[in-house]
């Protein structure tokens, strides 16, 4: 019999009784996340699930119960596996620099952002804006070279198709 292979998961971070995993390979698709809710429904270890296709992630809150319990129930019901490895398009925290971190913060951030607007905000709007204000107010004060044009400057940059993806 062919053995069916499994997506990777990977723990993107973990604290007692919470853990956060990334699907990279599943990214935006809805029918795996939703088969993933559907079979996670029989399993009493979760306490709470928030599915991100987009961000290929899943969040897993499991109280008390080991999560050994939940990538065993995962691999057994066909979802994913879990490896061992980092995943490497994702910085190791504990070994991250300042910038590193920040940037991880920012992520969390931006698809928090993301998660309570609906995806209709996401950080680069908030800055966009922000810096718009900026533009205003200083141009409103007669500070028309410096800063207003260095805000407006910034404020083009962040509409640059390039930056897209700025945070993830």
Not at 29 to 50: G, H, K, N, P, S
Not at 117 to 144: C, W
């Amino acid at each position: 019999m062919a053995q069916i292979l499994l997506p990777k998961a990977y723990i993107k971070h973990q604290l007692a009784g919470r853990v956060r995993l990334k699907i990279p390979q599943k990214r935006n698709d809805e029918a795996y996340f939703e088969a993933v809710a559907e079979a996670f429904a029989d399993c009493e270890a979760i306490t709470q699930l928030q599915l991100n296709p987009q961000a290929a992630s899943l969040l897993i809150q499991h109280g008390s119960a080991p999560f050994s319990d939940i990538a065993t129930f995962a691999a057994s019901a066909g979802l994913f596996a879990l490896v061992a490895q980092d995943d490497p398009d994702l910085p190791a925290v504990e070994h991250a620099s300042v910038a590193g971190l920040s940037s991880l913060v920012a992520s969390q951030l931006d698809h928090k952002l993301a998660d309570l607007s609906a995806g209709r905000i996401d950080v680069r709007s908030v800055l966009f804006v922000t810096f718009m204000g900026l533009t205003i107010h200083e141009a409103a004060k007669g500070h028309v070279m410096a800063p207003a044009s260095t805000f407006l400057w910034r404020a083009i940059q962040l509409l640059n198709k390039k930056n897209e993806k700025l945070f993830d």
